[in-house]
Nanobody
Framework: QVQLVESGGGLVQPGGSLRLSCAASGSIECIYDMAWYRQAPGNQREWVAVIKRGGETNYAESVQGRFIISRDNFKNMLYLQMNSLKPEDTAVYYC??????????????WGQGTQVTVSS
């Protein structure tokens, strides 16, 4: 069994910063791509950023230049440094990972989400 647990969300003023973390645990053999998604009230879940196992990154245009995705392969951790936050960044942020388990099952797993609210 695999679990993803996000942390680090909260309330921040416009222009502020937050750092989200996602811890993967359980019967993990290898983690391939890891990504962040977000979902604002009334909207569909949208992709924010992705990082490959080797470190290659890609970002949604809406966060390019403000957010930084990173990972620690030894600790099975994923991070999202969010800078210059805007009210439109308000959403529940979800961690997603492509994981090969020790039983050789390969699938995508989701965390439970962490709320980020940008407001003055």
């Amino acid at each position: 069994q695999v679990q993803l647990v996000e942390s680090g969300g909260g309330l921040v003023q416009p222009g502020g910063s937050l750092r989200l973390s996602c811890a993967a645990s359980g019967s993990i053999e290898c983690i391939y791509d890891m990504a962040w998604y977000r979902q604002a009230p009334g909207n569909q879940r949208e992709w924010v950023a992705v990082i490959k196992r080797g470190g290659e990154t890609n970002y949604a245009e809406s966060v390019q230049g403000r957010f930084i995705i990173s990972r620690d392969n030894f600790k099975n951790m994923l991070y999202l440094q969010m800078n210059s936050l805007k009210p439109e960044d308000t959403a529940v942020y979800y961690c997603n990972a492509d994981i090969l388990t020790r039983t050789l099952y390969n699938g995508h797993y989701w965390g439970q989400g962490t709320q980020v609210t940008v407001s003055s």
